[in-house]
């Protein structure tokens, strides 16, 4: 299979998958982030290591829009607002991956998953203070967005870890920057 196309079907692949997860949380109920959040962030890392940082990059973009257009929950639209840096969450974990994971794919994913908290804590204390809403819902977008990205980054980057031993080296990508 051509490069491009093994891009294209890989990245459609995953992202079908991240998908589906996140259509199939909204009937699981409140704590759906602690099965989806997973999902997704080993979605973000598999791609990287099988199609490329770009690969990884279009989920990232793709999928936080996807949940935030299909939402129908009251924070739908301060989710959509926060929705850029969700992307940029997303992108900083497959990044991580694809500039460290050559040395040691569990530093990668640890490194990852705390710089992509550390990001999204930082940058929802910031857009909670400045977007004028109720406290409540405040403190639901600060309680989503703040430990629970570490541990479904961690968890998400276990996943993947076991996801890339099962596949084998047979489908990583070879060239990282594809």
Do not use: C
């Amino acid at each position: 299979m051509k490069n491009r196309t093994k891009f294209i079907t890989r990245t459609a692949l995953l992202l079908a998958v991240a998908i589906a997860f996140q259509l199939l949380g909204r009937v699981l109920g409140p704590y759906n982030n602690f099965i989806v959040g997973p999902v997704v962030n080993a979605v973000l890392i598999v791609a990287t290591a099988i199609a490329g940082i770009w690969s990884g990059v279009a989920i990232a973009v793709i999928v936080p829009l996807v949940s935030a257009f299909t939402n129908k929950a009251a924070i739908a639209p301060l989710v959509l607002a926060f929705s850029p840096f969700i992307i940029i969450g997303n992108i900083i974990i497959a990044a991580a991956f694809a500039i460290l994971n050559r040395k040691s794919k569990i530093a990668a994913i640890i490194i990852g998953a705390v710089v992509k908290f550390a990001f999204l804590f930082a940058a929802i204390s910031i857009f909670t203070s400045i977007v004028k809403m109720k406290p409540q819902i405040a403190a639901t977008l600060t309680n989503l967005f703040s430990w629970p990205q570490l541990v479904t980054a961690l968890v998400g980057g276990v996943i993947a870890l076991v996801v890339l031993a099962a596949v084998g080296k047979s489908l990583e990508n070879e060239d990282s920057n594809h």
